[in-house]
């Protein structure tokens, strides 16, 4: 894994990333004594040639090629040697993305599938029942038994 080059001072400021990973960034000391631009020994690297992957690792994950999927499509094409990211999508394409690629059985870099499917069907239990491996809301699940209870008084009164 290649080495982290932070900002000077992050640890200090929320406004630099302080608790607050999405934040952190490079930039480059500029300041006139600033110790990292100096180079001084006990503070931070500052980015520089030699700090790079070798060729062959550039641009992968984990040894793998990443590759954006959108839908179930996308994630057929898949092959073994590449790492899947999950695209910006609803939660129930999703699951069905996730499911699909647990059988699969390939690598998600953005989501842990066992936990995410295993919160989902929490999840599904306590608003309602699972009826096709997808959550149903208690009150459709009503609406349908009024259904099927108005059809069997009909059928009676035939």
């Known amino acids: 894994m290649s080495k982290e080059f932070l900002k000077r001072g992050w640890k200090r400021y929320s406004r630099l990333g302080r608790k607050r990973k999405k934040i952190r960034v490079w930039r480059r000391a500029a300041g006139r004594q600033n110790k990292m ?3 001084k020994r006990g503070y931070t690297n500052i980015v520089s040639i030699g700090y790079g992957r070798e060729k062959s690792g550039r641009g992968k994950v984990q ?3 990443p590759v954006m ?3 179930l ?3 057929a094409k898949v092959k073994k040697t590449e790492i899947v990211i999950i695209a910006n999508v609803g939660k129930k394409k999703k699951m069905e993305i996730a499911k699909k690629a647990n059988e699969m059985k390939l690598d998600v870099q953005n ?3 066992k ?4 919160k989902a069907e929490r999840k599904a239990k306590q608003i309602g029942n699972l009826k096709n491996g997808q959550a ?3 009150k459709e699940v009503k609406k349908e038994e009024k259904k099927t209870e108005v059809k069997t008084k009909e059928e009676k009164k035939k």
Not at 115 to 118: A, N, S, T, V
């Open 111 to 113: 989501l842990n599938v």
């Open 63 to 65: 040894d793998k090629v």
């Open 73 to 75: 499509k996308e994630l």
């Open 136 to 138: 149903v809301l208690k």
């Open 115 to 118: 936990r995410f499917l295993k």
């Open 69 to 71: 999927v959108h839908n």
């Open 37 to 39: 631009r100096e180079r």
